[in-house]
Every structure is written in structure tokens, then in C-alpha cells.
């Protein structure tokens, strides 16, 4: 009987691997062997580095925007999470559902009002501008997780701190930090990978094509001119594109899953 459910359970994972591997490959195929490759097998990725403004200038803008996004978001839930869980102020339990309820609000509809506080701040069409943007639009999910890894910890271990004559701030920095370092890897994950792959906010925020990201300067090659597609540099354009959330992943997957079966998942 065990090593039926044990022939089952592999025969399964087998299958969804394949279901979720099979396109990625598929992708990866076509970018090396597209028609407009002529067999040469880098036709498309050589087309792809010379398109507008250069491949290296699209990378450049998209990690800039994707640093401050996680910067942003990871310094800004660590403290309020902080703040939601041991702190207590008038309000609390109000700001957190009020914070939450932002979840439910569909980002597109903010950010009209998001732009034109930009043009306030005179952020308008600006890499830091637009990496502010994604950080406001992690920021609900990031205090979340936050405060439910910051509750998970003991609060012996913090009140053991004070007494050895730490401060507030050093015993989040020298102790309560290393307890909610999966939280923390959890949520700048999360940061990257939205910021990295967001399309329609570059889209709106950004008007020069130089500063374009990667997700619009694809879209602009998939509709070139004459309504033409290079599917070959387009595919070449997928994987580059996903290679870095793939490789990020696998390098911090084991926090990841540790906080998500942590505190991050605490009610």
C-alpha cells in the first residue's frame, strides 16, 4: 500500500514538473531556434541586444527600480511590523485592517493619484519615482507578513535583551532581526519579483525610452513596425528577462518556505 501512495505521489510530482517545466523549455527552445534565427542559434539575442536603446540599458533600468522597491519595502514593514506587534498605541488593530484593506482595492485605481503626487514631488518619469510606487504597492502584503513574523518570536527573548542593557533598537537589530530573517527574505522576494516583472505602472509612470524596464521594452518589440512581431527576439527577450527571478529563487528558497510555514503564517 506504501509503495502504491509512494508510486502515486512521484508519478504526480512528474507530471505538474513537466506541466510547469514544459513551457519554460518551450521558450527557451524557440529563442534559440526561432525562423528569424536562421539556424545560427543567436541571431535572436544578438537582435535583442541592439533593439532601441541597447539590452544593457533596459537590465540597468529594471534593477535599479527593483533595488529601491525592496530597499524601500524591506526597511519600511520591518519597522512597522515591529511597531504592530510589540508597541502598543491608540488605534493599532484599526491601522493594521485599515492597512490590509488596501489588499483588497485593485492597484490600478490608485495610480492615477500616485502620479500626480509624483508630479508634486517632481518624480514624474523617473526610475526613483516608479521604484516608490512598486514599494507603496508591496507595502500592505509586507506589513503583514512582518508583524506576523515579529509575533512569532518570544517576547522573553526580547525583555532578555533590554535587561542585558540593549536599547529598543539594538535588540531588533542584534536579536529580533536573525528571528524574522525568513519574514524579511520572504518579503523582499516578493518586492523583486513584482517590481522586476510590473508592466503597466512603467508603462504610465515612464515616458522616456530610455528609462524604460525590461516588460515595456518587450512589449514595444512585440509590436514593432508595421504591426510586424520577432518572435525570435522575443522569446530571447522571456528568458533574459527570467532568468534573474529563477535565480534569485532558487538561492533564497529555503527562507522562503521557512517564512511562510513560520510566523508567516501566525494569524
Known amino acids: ?95 493594521f485592517l485599515v492597512t490590509l484593506a488596501i489588499l483588497m482595492v485593485p492597484y490600478t485605481t490608485i495610480l492615477v493619484p500616485l502620479y500626480i503626487l509624483l508630479g508634486w514631488l517632481g518624480l514624474q518619469n523617473s526610475l526613483l519615482g516608479l521604484g516608490l510606487v512598486m514599494a507603496v504597492l508591496q507595502l500592505p502584503f509586507g506589513l503583514f507578513m512582518m508583524r506576523n513574523s515579529f509575533e512569532a518570536l518570544p517576547v522573553e527573548l526580547e525583555e532578555a535583551a533590554l535587561i542585558d542593557g540593549c536599547s529598543i533598537g539594538g535588540a531588533l537589530r542584534r536579536v529580533l532581526l536573525r528571528g524574522v530573517l525568513p519574514g524579511v527574505v520572504t518579503v523582499a522576494l516578493f518586492s523583486f519579483l513584482a517590481a522586476w516583472n510590473e508592466f503597466v505602472a512603467p508603462l504610465i509612470f515612464l515616458t522616456d525610452g530610455e528609462k524604460f524596464t525590461l516588460p515595456v521594452a518587450l512589449f514595444n518589440l512585440q509590436s514593432g513596425s508595421l504591426g510586424s512581431v520577432d518572435f525570435g527576439a522575443l522569446q530571447a527577450g522571456v528568458v533574459v528577462s527570467a532568468l534573474p527571478c529563477v535565480a534569485v529563487f532558487l538561492v533564497l528558497q529555503r527562507y522562503y518556505v521557512r517564512g511562510f510555514t513560520s510566523g508567516a503564517l501566525k494569524g
Open 1 to 95: 500500500m506504501n509503495r502504491l501512495r509512494a508510486a502515486g505521489l512521484h508519478v504526480t510530482s512528474a507530471a505538474l514538473a513537466v506541466l510547469f517545466l514544459l513551457p519554460l523549455l518551450w521558450t527557451l527552445y524557440s529563442s534559440l531556434s526561432g525562423r528569424e534565427a536562421g539556424g545560427s542559434g543567436t541571431d535572436n539575442y544578438r537582435r535583442l541586444a541592439d533593439y532601441g536603446s541597447g539590452l544593457g540599458t533596459y537590465l540597468v533600468n529594471t534593477t535599479v527600480v527593483a533595488l529601491v522597491a525592496v530597499t524601500v519595502t524591506v526597511l519600511a514593514t520591518t519597522l512597522g511590523g515591529y511597531a504592530m506587534a510589540r508597541l502598543a498605541f491608540p488605534g493599532r488593530t484599526l491601522l
